[in-house]
Each structure stands twice: as structure tokens, then as C-alpha cells.
T-cell receptor, first 114, second 113 residues
Framework: DTEVTQTPKHLVMGMTNKKSLKCEQHMGHRAMYWYKQKAKKPPELMFVYSYEKLSINESVPSRFSPECPNSSLLNLHLHALQPEDSALYLC?????????????FGPGTRLLVL | GESVGLHLPTLSVQEGDNSIINCAYSNSASDYFIWYKQESGKGPQFIIDIRSNMDKRQGQRVTVLLNKTVKHLSLQIAATQPGDSAVYFCAEPNGGSNYKLTFGKGTLLTVNP
């Protein structure tokens, strides 16, 4: 299994809502990532979990809250988002954060904040 | 190379032609490079990678060339097909962290039937 799955595929939420994005991989990877991607731009790193511990937070606003319940799952909890947070949210995983390893991406969740 | 600003570099080719997508990188110490393909509405898909001890690597219909002297990377797609239409990103590890990738701005490849 070389796949990273993400749910939901699409999400529309109001600025007062609370929602969660989910990501799962069964490749035995120990590093998992959240990226945000705006149209016609490359992905921007938000968070990295390494061996289920938060390793990197790229100064992301606290309305985004990541969680790694186990080595296969990664969540992104959303609360009080702004319209400018509308984007494609991508999850990725890699074997272990070693030098020169490939990150494998999921299909993304298209988020629209109204 | 990559342009600046909001404009995505574009390449338009006829079906069956060969395509060459270019990428300039900045970190001369980079020792690993990845090409990703991103179709509309999908996540980036790994295509091929290359390490700095090589100057060429071939996959199925794709070849990556690395010129370390001028810090230039290219992706060649042979016999381009409509299914190859996508945005292509090069990426390299961001110096100092094994977790961070520096992505190029991307090139939009359009294949005309």
C-alpha cells in the first residue's frame, strides 16, 4: 500500500464552525506532514510530526490544531477560520525524516470558508 | 527556470512531442531532488528523483538531468500524452532540515491533442 488517504475531499464551513481533516497512511512511515496550497502556488509546509511528536510548526495560527493519534493517523482540527484560509490542504508522509527521502502526498481536502 | 510573481510558467506541446521542463535551484549543497506532477484537483504525485552523485536518471518515459555546475534540473517527458497535462514541481531538501522541501514555482504543461 503506497497511498496516503484524506477525508473529506471537500469541506465548506462557516467562520464559527469546528471541523477536522483526517489523513491516514499504512506505509509504516514515521513522519507525517500538513501542507496548505493556494491556487497556482506550490505547497506550503504547516506542521511536521515525527514519530508521533510535533517536530515543526511553521508559525501557523492557533485556529489550526494538529493531532497525531498514532503512527498511521494525522488530524487537523479547524476552528474559527477566516475566508483567506480557503485552500487545498495536503497531507504527506515520508519514511522517517532522513536526509534525501521522498514525501508522498494524499489527494488533499479542498476547504472553503464562508 | 522559474518566473517570479503570480504567473505560472507554461509549456504547451503537441501530443507525441517530447517535453522539457526546467528548474533552477539555489542551494549548491543540495544532494537530492524530486519531481512531482500535480493534476488539477489532486495532490502532488511523485514522478522521479535523483541524487547529486548522478547527472541523469531514467524512468518510464521520463528522464531527469542534473547539471550541478549551473544548478539546473530538467525533466524530459518522451512522447507526451494528454494525460501528462499537469503542473510539474521540482523540489529539494531545505538545508538544515530533513523534513522541509523547497519547491520550485511549478510549470503548467498543456498537451494539445
Amino acid at each position: 500500500d503506497t497511498e496516503v488517504t484524506q477525508t473529506p475531499k471537500h469541506l465548506v464551513m462557516g467562520m464559527t464552525n469546528k471541523k477536522s481533516l483526517k489523513c491516514e497512511q499504512h506505509m509504516g512511515h514515521r513522519a507525517m506532514y500538513w501542507y496548505k496550497q493556494k491556487a497556482k502556488k506550490p505547497p506550503e509546509l504547516m506542521f511536521v510530526y515525527s514519530y508521533e511528536k510535533l517536530s515543526i510548526n511553521e508559525s501557523v495560527p492557533s485556529r489550526f490544531s494538529p493531532e497525531c493519534p498514532n503512527s498511521s493517523l494525522l488530524n487537523l482540527h479547524l476552528h474559527a477560520l477566516q475566508p483567506e484560509d480557503s485552500a487545498l490542504y495536503l497531507c504527506a508522509s515520508s519514511p522517517g525524516g532522513f536526509n534525501g527521502e521522498t514525501q508522498y502526498f494524499g489527494p488533499g481536502t479542498r476547504l472553503l470558508v464562508l | 527556470g522559474e518566473s517570479v510573481g503570480l504567473h505560472l510558467p507554461t509549456l504547451s506541446v503537441q501530443e507525441g512531442d517530447n517535453s522539457i521542463i526546467n528548474c533552477a535551484y539555489s542551494n549548491s549543497a543540495s544532494d537530492y531532488f524530486i519531481w512531482y506532477k500535480q493534476e488539477s484537483g489532486k495532490g502532488p504525485q511523485f514522478i522521479i528523483d535523483i541524487r547529486s552523485n548522478m547527472d541523469k536518471r531514467q524512468g518510464q518515459r521520463v528522464t531527469v538531468l542534473l547539471n550541478k555546475t549551473v544548478k539546473h534540473l530538467s525533466l524530459q517527458i518522451a512522447a507526451t500524452q494528454p494525460g501528462d497535462s499537469a503542473v510539474y514541481f521540482c523540489a529539494e531538501p531545505n538545508g538544515g532540515s530533513n523534513y522541509k522541501l523547497t519547491f520550485g514555482k511549478g510549470t503548467l504543461l498543456t498537451v494539445n491533442p
